[in-house]
């Protein structure tokens, strides 16, 4: 038995009525909401407890990626995007004197379907996920309650929580823990995991700022990488803008979070009391930590409880959707007995090493920017400018992410992932009888055989009982892509036409004929004959029937 308590938590004699459930979430921010939506539309009965009793009105993230926007709308959040977000544009970073050291134009659409990057504001897209829980009647939100006691015994967890208002204590138990609640995580300790630390720890003064006019900015999202004083300036989404200064050796410690300092700071942006409204200032250290443990038992970590990383990338609420995604497929799994909680064991392989790649890479940015000696700077530039202007590091990365090579994929004897199996599968335009759009809104997500063959004939003709009730199991759904032009008439139920011809041409590449996709858009494998199809089942089914090792 793991016994964890929070002794510093205030006592509480009135108790409350217990609540059972398949899932515990602690900590309803954006990795939370996500989990509890991803899990609860999937009927799963799914408690979650938060301890503010209210959402944050404020923003901390201000950008998402493609990715993570095919990931929330996946969710049934989509509608939202345009309300709340807007084209990042750029991502752009100067010298003092203007010069760009380093430009990436982010495109109107990628290879998830949606745009490279959106700028958002936060507390929009956490009202969306909010509304989306609410209509889900497996999922129970109790706001106001913070975690001081969590017991693991054999196949339940018990957690009780005491009511802010009411100094009620309720107990609430589960098969599973998820502890999504943010770099003090009460449940990580419980895990007990051991720390990486990047370094690069800075401190910045933080203001989100509303203009109270329109005014057009040379670059969209900005990192000024002035050794006098490093600053970005960034859209938030509509109608709002985040300035950040970064603490210097002449700057009081006492006085650096103040509302004075903080436009004081502002009008080197030509932003002062009589042009906008400071709707928050606060100061923050960034950290670069990642834990070398997700899981324990029956008790789970996601977000800022496994990883913090500084700002520049922008990474930091996007790994944290990604480990949702990841890990509620594999738990949904679990939790209808189609596979083995050893799944559950792929999940801090396949997430941390994307992540350490999205912390690496922002210290490396963070380092760039946070530049403070004047002569290491003008090297910097002189470095950067040179490489610019032959056509060296012009843009970032499209994606800060490799492929995954440890976990769920499809391997050769040699244990190395097949082809392209463990990297992200792209999304295009197909048209089929539910209309035109993007893959994921006509054909569904959730596991994905993509096919240059009749279904039909493909299921029956080569699997056999044993596999065809393993897809089933799975809720495999099976699609022939046809070329673009194809006459809609002459579509069959499980067929779409490739519209934009994204499909087509990444089944060529693979020279295959059947591709299986992971609910979190990740390739299993794929082969190039159908007679291979009931070997690629199989080593998915092995893979997922794995019996955890306890701890």
Not at 22 to 27: E, N, S
Not at 113 to 136: F, H, I, K, N, V
Not at 398 to 424: C, S
């Amino acid at each position: 038995m793991t016994v964890h308590k929070d002794d510093s938590a205030r006592s509480a004699q009135l108790a409350a009525e217990d609540v059972d459930v398949d899932v515990l979430v602690v900590g309803y921010g954006p990795v939370g909401q996500l989990l509890a939506v991803l899990l609860a539309e999937k009927g799963h009965k799914v408690g979650v407890i938060e301890r503010w009793p209210s959402a944050y009105p404020l923003p901390r993230a201000v950008a998402f990626d493609g990715e993570a926007a095919r990931i929330l709308a996946a969710a049934g959040v989509s509608d939202c995007f345009a309300r709340i977000g807007e084209s990042s544009r750029d991502y752009t970073v100067t010298n003092l004197a203007g010069d760009v050291l380093l430009r990436h134009d982010a495109e109107d659409t990628y290879r998830n379907g949606w745009p490279d990057s959106t700028s958002m504001y936060q507390p929009g897209l956490e009202a969306a996920l909010t509304e989306r829980g609410a209509s889900l009647p497996g999922l129970r939100l109790f706001r106001d309650h913070e975690a001081v006691l969590l017991e693991e015994d054999g196949d339940r967890v018990t957690v009780e929580a005491i009511e802010g208002a009411t100094g009620r204590r309720r107990r609430f138990t589960s098969g599973w823990v998820l502890g999504c609640d943010g770099a003090n995580s009460f449940v990580r300790a419980s895990v007990n995991p051991q720390f990486t630390d990047y370094g690069l720890h800075h401190e910045w003064l933080v203001c989100d700022v509303v203009l109270h006019e329109d005014r057009t900015f040379e670059h969209n999202n900005l990192q000024l990488a002035d050794p006098g004083r490093p600053r970005v300036a960034v859209s938030a989404g509509p109608g709002h803008r985040r300035w950040e200064f970064m603490r210097m050796p002449q700057d009081d410690p006492e006085t650096f979070n103040s509302e004075e300092k903080a436009w004081e700071l502002l009008r080197l942006f030509d932003v002062h009391p009589g042009n906008a409204t400071l709707d928050r200032f606060t100061s923050y250290t960034f950290r670069a930590r990642l834990a070398d443990r997700w899981r324990s038992g029956r008790l789970l970590i996601a977000g800022d409880a496994a990883h913090l990383m500084p700002p520049f990338a922008g990474q930091g609420m996007c790994s944290g959707l990604r480990d949702a995604a990841n890990l509620a497929w594999k738990l949904d799994l679990v939790l209808r007995g189609v596979a083995g909680d050893g799944l559950l064991d792929t999940y801090t392989p396949e997430r941390r090493s994307h992540v350490q790649k999205s912390i690496i890479m922002s210290v490396n940015l963070g380092k760039v920017i946070c530049m403070t000696d004047a002569k290491a700077a003008a090297d910097r530039d002189t470095v950067m400018l040179a490489s610019r202007k032959r056509g060296i590091g012009a843009q970032r990365p499209q994606t800060v992410l490799e492929r995954l090579k440890d976990g769920v994929v499809l391997r050769d004897a040699d244990e190395r992932p097949v082809g392209l199996a463990g990297h992200l599968a792209p999304q295009g335009r197909v048209a089929g009888a539910r209309g035109t759009g993007r893959f994921d809104e006509i054909v569904g997500t959730g596991f994905v055989l993509l096919t240059t063959q009749n279904p039909a004939g493909l299921t029956e003709g080569v699997l056999d009982a044993g596999h065809r009730a393993f897809l089933a199991d799975l809720g495999v759904t099976t699609v022939r892509v046809l070329p673009a032009g194809t006459p809609l008439e002459d579509l069959g139920a499980d067929d779409v036409v490739d519209v934009d011809q994204v499909y087509l041409s990444y089944l060529a590449e693979q020279s295959a004929t059947v591709a299986l996709v992971r609910p979190d858009f990740y390739l299993f494998g794929a082969v190039e004959h159908v007679s291979g199809l009931p070997a690629l089942l199989e080593s998915l089914r092995q893979q997922t029937a794995a019996v955890a090792v306890a701890g």
